[in-house]
C-alpha cells in the first residue's frame, strides 16, 4: 500500500500540474483545503474513499495507474502528453506526428 500511496502523491501533483490548476484551486473543486492537496502530494496522506474518487475525476485520471501502477514516471508522462495533445489544433497535431515519426525512424 505504501508504494501506491507514494506513487497516488506524485501522481495528483502531476495532473495537478498538466491540468493547470493550484493545488488551492484543486481543492475548492473537490471541497476539501489547500493543506490537505498539499498532505496528498507531498507527505503520502492517505486519502478516503471519496476524495479519491473526486481526484480522478476532476484531474481525469485513469484509476489503473493509481491502483496498478506499472511505472508511475512513463505512465505520468504519457498523461501529461495526452493532456496537452488534446489542447492543440490540427495544424500543431501535424508538427508533432511528423516529428514523432522522425525521431522514431531515426533510431
Known amino acids: 500500500m505504501n508504494i501506491i500511496l507514494n506513487n497516488l502523491g506524485a501522481t495528483i501533483k502531476q495532473a495537478r ?30 486519502p478516503s474513499f471519496e476524495v479519491l474518487c473526486k481526484l480522478i475525476l476532476v484531474l481525469n485520471i485513469p484509476a489503473d495507474n493509481i491502483f496498478y501502477p506499472k511505472n508511475p514516471h512513463t505512465e505520468n508522462e504519457k498523461e501529461q502528453l495526452m493532456r496537452l495533445l488534446s489542447q492543440c489544433d490540427e495544424r500543431d497535431l501535424k508538427i508533432i506526428t511528423a516529428t514523432a515519426k522522425a525521431m522514431l525512424e531515426s533510431k
Open 17 to 46: 500540474i498538466a491540468a493547470n490548476l493550484t493545488q488551492d484551486e484543486l481543492a475548492e473543486r473537490i471541497g476539501v483545503t489547500g493543506r490537505y492537496i498539499m498532505a496528498l502530494e507531498n507527505e503520502h496522506k492517505q
